[in-house]
Nanobody, 119 residues
Framework: QLQASGGGLVQAGGSLRLSCAAS????????MAWYRQAPGKQRALVAV??????IRYADSVQGRFTISRDAKNTLYLQMNNLKPEDTAVYYC????????????????WGQGTQVTVSS
């Protein structure tokens, strides 16, 4: 249901743009978010955007990362001024109302995309 892309290797100070495309029998999508998991650490929230456009960022990325979504249910994460500590596998996450799937949304994870920032 969720396919993430856009990761790669970049030098410190560089930029990357992640994308996450939602597909399938979708009626609507509520909140969408990016998480990341660095080696040896727990998965942590990076940024979240609601269907109404409310946005929240982790303190560590505030002012450097921008989350957005478009009308085709694609989620983006523009990452600027990247730092070595941003190195992680990035996962997209969404609460999706599936057509014929009941009254409540189902939470989905994308497969993850590796971001590596060299110093």
């Amino acid at each position: 249901q969720l396919q993430a892309s856009g990761g790669g290797l970049v030098q410190a100070g560089g930029s990357l743009r992640l994308s996450c495309a939602a597909s399938g029998s979708i009626f609507s999508i509520d909140g969408m978010a990016w998480y990341r998991q660095a080696p040896g650490k727990q998965r942590a929230l990076v940024a979240v955007i609601t269907s109404g456009g409310t946005i929240r960022y982790a303190d560590s990325v505030q002012g450097r990362f921008t989350i957005s979504r478009d009308a085709k249910n694609t989620l983006y994460l523009q990452m600027n001024n990247l730092k070595p500590e941003d190195t992680a596998v990035y996962y997209c996450n969404a609460d999706i109302m599936v057509r014929g799937g009941g009254a409540y949304p189902t939470n989905y994870w994308g497969q993850g995309t590796q971001v590596t920032v060299s110093s």
